[in-house]
Nanobody
Framework: QVQLVESGGGLVQAGGSLRLSCVASGRTFSSYVMGWFRQAPGKEREFVAGTGRSAGSTYYSDSVKGRFTVSRDNAKNTRYLDMNSLKPEDTAVYYC?????????????????WGQGTQVTVSS
Protein backbone atom coordinates (compact mmCIF):
# COMPACT_ATOMS: atom_id res chain seq x y z
CA GLN A 1 0.00 0.00 0.00
CA VAL A 2 1.25 3.49 -0.79
CA GLN A 3 -0.26 6.92 -0.36
CA LEU A 4 0.56 9.69 -2.82
CA VAL A 5 0.31 13.42 -2.26
CA GLU A 6 0.92 15.94 -5.03
CA SER A 7 1.82 19.57 -4.57
CA GLY A 8 3.24 22.46 -6.53
CA GLY A 9 0.35 23.41 -8.75
CA GLY A 10 -0.72 26.97 -9.27
CA LEU A 11 -1.34 29.78 -11.70
CA VAL A 12 1.41 30.69 -14.14
CA GLN A 13 1.66 32.73 -17.31
CA ALA A 14 2.30 31.08 -20.66
CA GLY A 15 5.99 30.42 -21.08
CA GLY A 16 6.49 30.01 -17.36
CA SER A 17 7.51 27.02 -15.28
CA LEU A 18 6.25 24.95 -12.40
CA ARG A 19 7.55 21.99 -10.46
CA LEU A 20 5.11 19.40 -9.23
CA SER A 21 6.04 17.03 -6.43
CA CYS A 22 4.62 13.65 -5.56
CA VAL A 23 5.49 12.35 -2.12
CA ALA A 24 4.88 8.72 -1.33
CA SER A 25 4.34 7.18 2.07
CA GLY A 26 3.72 3.67 3.18
CA ARG A 27 6.29 1.91 1.03
CA THR A 28 9.57 2.66 -0.69
CA PHE A 29 8.72 4.60 -3.80
CA SER A 30 11.67 3.29 -5.74
CA SER A 31 9.96 -0.08 -6.09
CA TYR A 32 7.10 1.45 -8.08
CA VAL A 33 6.70 2.66 -11.61
CA MET A 34 5.20 6.12 -11.41
CA GLY A 35 3.20 8.06 -13.94
CA TRP A 36 1.97 11.60 -14.24
CA PHE A 37 -1.47 12.14 -15.75
CA ARG A 38 -3.62 15.19 -16.29
CA GLN A 39 -7.25 15.92 -16.86
CA ALA A 40 -8.54 19.12 -18.39
CA PRO A 41 -12.16 20.22 -18.01
CA GLY A 42 -14.41 18.22 -20.28
CA LYS A 43 -11.61 15.94 -21.41
CA GLU A 44 -10.46 12.46 -20.53
CA ARG A 45 -7.49 11.90 -18.27
CA GLU A 46 -4.32 11.56 -20.30
CA PHE A 47 -0.83 10.30 -19.70
CA VAL A 48 1.88 12.95 -19.47
CA ALA A 49 5.10 11.30 -18.35
CA GLY A 50 6.40 8.33 -16.46
CA THR A 51 9.44 7.14 -14.61
CA GLY A 52 10.40 3.55 -14.04
CA ARG A 53 12.17 1.79 -11.22
CA SER A 54 15.57 2.85 -12.47
CA ALA A 55 16.58 6.47 -12.66
CA GLY A 56 17.21 6.41 -16.39
CA SER A 57 13.84 5.00 -17.31
CA THR A 58 11.53 7.77 -18.47
CA TYR A 59 8.80 8.20 -21.04
CA TYR A 60 6.96 11.30 -22.22
CA SER A 61 3.88 11.97 -24.26
CA ASP A 62 4.48 13.81 -27.50
CA SER A 63 2.60 16.83 -26.22
CA VAL A 64 5.12 17.51 -23.44
CA LYS A 65 8.33 15.99 -24.79
CA GLY A 66 11.13 18.52 -24.61
CA ARG A 67 9.25 20.74 -22.17
CA PHE A 68 8.57 18.49 -19.17
CA THR A 69 11.10 16.45 -17.21
CA VAL A 70 10.58 13.80 -14.58
CA SER A 71 13.08 13.24 -11.82
CA ARG A 72 13.29 11.63 -8.42
CA ASP A 73 14.75 11.89 -4.96
CA ASN A 74 14.66 8.41 -3.49
CA ALA A 75 15.87 9.63 -0.11
CA LYS A 76 12.77 11.80 0.12
CA ASN A 77 10.48 9.24 -1.52
CA THR A 78 9.53 11.94 -3.98
CA ARG A 79 9.10 12.17 -7.73
CA TYR A 80 9.04 15.48 -9.57
CA LEU A 81 7.56 16.82 -12.75
CA ASP A 82 9.35 19.91 -13.97
CA MET A 83 7.20 21.78 -16.46
CA ASN A 84 8.76 24.45 -18.65
CA SER A 85 7.49 26.56 -21.53
CA LEU A 86 3.98 26.07 -20.27
CA LYS A 87 1.08 26.64 -22.62
CA PRO A 88 -2.58 27.39 -21.91
CA GLU A 89 -3.42 23.91 -23.18
CA ASP A 90 -1.39 22.46 -20.31
CA THR A 91 -4.09 23.69 -17.94
CA ALA A 92 -5.45 20.68 -16.06
CA VAL A 93 -5.53 18.83 -12.80
CA TYR A 94 -2.32 16.84 -12.59
CA TYR A 95 -2.16 13.47 -10.85
CA CYS A 96 0.66 11.18 -9.92
CA UNK A 97 -0.03 7.48 -9.91
CA UNK A 98 1.93 4.35 -9.07
CA UNK A 99 1.93 0.81 -10.36
CA UNK A 100 3.71 -2.25 -9.03
CA UNK A 101 4.22 -4.09 -12.30
CA UNK A 102 7.32 -3.37 -14.35
CA UNK A 103 7.36 -1.03 -17.31
CA UNK A 104 6.02 2.46 -17.86
CA UNK A 105 2.61 2.44 -19.51
CA UNK A 106 0.29 5.22 -20.57
CA UNK A 107 -2.91 3.44 -19.57
CA UNK A 108 -4.44 4.82 -16.39
CA UNK A 109 -6.07 1.47 -15.60
CA UNK A 110 -2.59 -0.01 -15.14
CA UNK A 111 -1.99 2.25 -12.14
CA UNK A 112 -3.23 1.20 -8.73
CA UNK A 113 -2.47 4.14 -6.49
CA TRP A 114 -3.42 7.74 -7.18
CA GLY A 115 -2.88 11.08 -5.55
CA GLN A 116 -5.61 13.66 -5.07
CA GLY A 117 -4.41 15.90 -7.88
CA THR A 118 -3.08 19.42 -8.06
CA GLN A 119 -4.45 22.19 -10.29
CA VAL A 120 -2.21 23.79 -12.88
CA THR A 121 -3.57 26.84 -14.67
CA VAL A 122 -1.66 28.53 -17.47
CA SER A 123 -2.88 31.94 -18.52
CA SER A 124 -2.33 33.35 -21.99
Amino acid sequence: QVQLVESGGGLVQAGGSLRLSCVASGRTFSSYVMGWFRQAPGKEREFVAGTGRSAGSTYYSDSVKGRFTVSRDNAKNTRYLDMNSLKPEDTAVYYCAAKTSAGITDRQNDYTYWGQGTQVTVSS
